[in-house]
T-cell receptor, first 115, second 114 residues
């Protein structure tokens, strides 16, 4: 049973470009969470999605950031007009049935570097 | 504000001995706690969890203790092995109201030496 998949593992962008990060949850999991880890910090929640629905985006910056989890295909975290402060590791996690009873399992992360 | 705190950035333990990693939290609504282990350039790996209705949960070499009155939990690893060397993150959730959002501490780097 494959774990949570994320791609790309490393992404380099210049200031002003767009970054697209993809996450495929574990088989049978329909709940996806995105977290960001800045250097020397813990992971910080960004957004929680179910298929075709954003459940909680209160941790996501209001501008330039968006997330989706379509009916088919992976969840996408999109960062428009990237700035140097967006450089971080972005982790996706999934759970089978939702937050009330389930542990979140993490992918390997995407390391975004903004030049 | 940091609702989950790991005040020791690093811990060094000899192989075979017990490793004790500590975590404090401030939000009394947290009802589910987890420990994750993380190697460099990898994602966090789930280790063990505990619900607030319990004060202890054990899984092999790993035991988590929860002291709700002190808002404190700890992870015991015994015996410690060199392969346990990693960053350990404590995480907490208020499953009732924050929809599964996990709050993480900053992590403790555990080094187990032979």
């Amino acid at each position: 049973n494959a774990g949570v998949m994320q791609n790309p593992r490393h992404l380099v962008r210049r200031r002003g470009q767009e970054a697209r990060l993809r996450c495929s949850p574990m088989k049978g999991h329909s709940h996806v969470y995105w977290y960001r880890q800045l250097p020397e910090e813990g992971l910080k929640f960004m957004v929680y999605l179910q298929k075709e629905n954003i459940i909680d985006e209160s941790g996501m910056p209001k501008e330039r950031f968006s997330a989706e989890f379509p009916k088919e295909g992976p969840s996408i975290l999109r960062i428009q007009q990237v700035v140097r402060g967006d450089s971080a590791a972005y982790f996706c996690a999934s759970s089978p049935t939702g937050p009330a009873s389930d542990t979140q399992y993490f992918g390997p992360g995407t390391r975004l570097t903004v030049l | 504000d940091q609702q989950v705190k790991q005040n020791s950035p690093s811990l060094s333990v000899q192989e075979g001995r017990i490793s004790i990693l500590n975590c404090d939290y401030t939000n009394s609504m947290f009802d589910y706690f987890l420990w994750y282990k993380k190697y460099p350039a990898e994602g966090p790996t789930f280790l063990i969890s505990i619900s607030s209705i319990k004060d202890k949960n054990e899984d092999g070499r790993f035991t988590v203790f929860l002291n709700k009155s002190a808002k404190h939990l700890s992870l015991h690893i015994v015996p410690s092995q060199p392969g346990d060397s990693a960053v350990y993150f404590c995480a907490a959730s208020d499953r009732g109201s924050t929809l599964g959002r996990l709050y993480f501490g900053r992590g403790t780097q555990l080094t187990v030496w032979p």
